[in-house]
T-cell receptor
Framework: GAGVSQSPRYKVAKRGQDVALRCDPI?????LFWYQQALGQGPEFLTY????????KSGLPSDRFFAERPEGSVSTLKIQRTQQEDSAVYLC????????????FGQGTRLTVV | DAKTTQPTSMDCAEGRAANLPCNHS???????VYWYRQIHSQGPQYIIH???NNETNEMASLIITEDRKSSTLILPHATLRDTAVYYC??????????FGTGTRLQVFP
């Protein structure tokens, strides 16, 4: 596709339910980032992949959050036992590994935990 | 933590230039200045970036002071579609982008 694609666009989960959010990066993009954006706030970094390697997961808020990119392309962010404070927009971005190149963002998945 | 300081909000009349300031007094020599914007309900959109020289593209101009401690994003002829939150970010190479709270720009008719 032409851009970063995320699915679903909207997800409502009951508290305690597990969710999986998908990101299809731009073809050929080596780097992939996940961000969490709470209402009225800027995006907060969660984790970073270079191909299939997860090089930085310093932003993951708890061990309930898990991300993977097994073949170095599509990535999945999984949240186990969702809680109300997990309600946010989850953004995915991808970029080339070329020095100082821009990252392209998807539209995000809005997660609401009820 | 974000390394930049921006005004919380700004207004601009349609057709006029919008000048959005950003302070980054602790910027390192190898850090670039990036600007992104986020229109309501969309993901952030790349605008422009630079190291020390002024930069211009089809969307905007970026003016960086000689000491690199501050910069200004210029939208030369703002339109209603430019209403968005604008983020100024300093970034090393291909490292992660650290967003602050940005400047909410309101363009009015």
């Amino acid at each position: 596709g032409a851009g970063v694609s995320q699915s679903p666009r909207y997800k409502v989960a009951k508290r305690g339910q597990d969710v999986a959010l998908r990101c299809d990066p731009i073809s050929g993009h080596v780097s992939l980032f996940w961000y969490q954006q709470a209402l009225g706030q800027g995006p907060e970094f969660l984790t970073y992949f270079q191909n299939e390697a997860q090089l930085d997961k310093s932003g993951l808020p708890s061990d309930r959050f898990f991300a993977e990119r097994p073949e170095g392309s599509v990535s999945t962010l999984k949240i186990q036992r969702t809680q109300q404070e997990d309600s946010a927009v989850y953004l995915c971005a991808s970029s080339l590994i070329r020095e100082n190149t821009e990252a392209f963002f998807g539209q995000g998945t809005r997660l609401t935990v009820v | 933590d974000a390394k930049t300081t921006q005004p919380t909000s700004m207004d601009c009349a349609e057709g006029r230039a919008a000048n959005l300031p950003c302070n980054h007094s602790t910027i390192s020599g190898n850090e670039y200045v990036y600007w992104y914007r986020q229109i309501h309900s969309q993901g952030p959109q790349y605008i422009i970036h630079g190291l020390k020289n002024n930069e211009t593209n089809e969307m905007a101009s970026l003016i960086i002071t000689e000491d690199r401690k501050s910069s200004t994003l210029i939208l030369p002829h703002a339109t209603l579609r430019d209403t968005a939150v604008y983020y100024c970010i300093v970034r090393v190479n291909t490292d992660k982008l650290i967003f602050g709270t940005g400047t909410r720009l309101q363009v009015f008719p």
